[in-house]
């Protein structure tokens, strides 16, 4: 059983891992953002080592992607999943 983070403004690290996911993010919504604006994230880790996060990225018009984004230890990045059209007042929650 993984321990999440509270949400946090999101920050320069997963603004740079978010823009590095949005051609994945892009199409596993089947969609293309003009907007993809990061806004928080909750985070885990394991062992110091892996980090899992969940963002709320705005893609403009009262819709987010909530992304699950997975960052080994060699900082390498796999886009797990999404929960797509999210409203921005929607809370972040683990998936």
């Known amino acids: 059983m993984s321990h999440w983070s509270p949400v946090k403004p999101v920050t ?5 891992i978010c823009s590095e ?3 994945q993010v892009q199409e596993k919504a089947n ?5 993809y604006v990061p806004i928080d994230f909750i985070s885990t ?3 110091g080592v892996n980090y899992t996060y969940v963002v ?15 960052e080994a230890g060699g900082g390498k990045l796999i886009l797990q999943d999404i929960l797509y059209p999210k409203t921005t007042n ?3 929650v683990p998936f």
Do not use: R
């Open 12 to 16: 320069s690290k997963v603004e740079n």
């Open 21 to 23: 996911m949005k051609p």
């Open 31 to 35: 969609a293309q953002f003009d907007v």
């Open 45 to 47: 880790n394991e062992h």
């Open 56 to 70: 709320k990225v705005d893609v403009g018009g009262d819709k987010c992607v909530h992304a699950k984004i997975f």
């Open 90 to 92: 929607e809370n972040l």
